[in-house]
Nanobody, 124 residues
Framework: QVQLVESGGGLVQAGGSLGLSCAIS????????MSWFRQAPGKERQFVAA????????FYADSVKGRFTISRDNAKNTVYLQMNSLKPEDTAVYSC?????????????????WGQGTQVTVSS
């Protein structure tokens, strides 16, 4: 059974930085692509960034491009999300997810595995 565990959330002031980690228990044929999603109160879950285990290709939502960086450590089975220049509108529960195939997808149903999420709060 594949398990994803996020860590690193917290409270930060606007303009600050925060780093998130997502550790996956095992990589399989159905975990080719790792993505971060976020869900703010009263809003739908939205795509943030994604990365492939093989090759490390990255993808970003326009709202975070230039501020967030996704990376991975294959040896540690861990994906990271470095968030800089944080804004109050970045406040959300951040979750990582894994899907089969290297193509990025914004559709939640395409993802096979999800973490429990970690809260990120940006104060103004």
């Amino acid at each position: 059974q594949v398990q994803l565990v996020e860590s690193g959330g917290g409270l930060v002031q606007a303009g600050g930085s925060l780093g998130l980690s997502c550790a996956i228990s095992t990589r399989t044929f159905s975990t080719d692509l790792m993505s971060w999603f976020r869900q703010a109160p009263g809003k739908e879950r939205q795509f943030v960034a994604a990365i492939t285990w093989s090759g490390g290709s990255t993808f970003y939502a326009d709202s975070v491009k230039g501020r967030f960086t996704i990376s991975r450590d294959n040896a540690k089975n861990t994906v990271y999300l470095q968030m800089n220049s944080l804004k109050p509108e970045d406040t959300a529960v951040y979750s990582c997810a894994a899907k089969k195939g290297a193509g990025v997808s914004l559709s939640l149903s395409r993802y096979n595995y999800w973490g429990q999420g970690t809260q990120v709060t940006v104060s103004s």
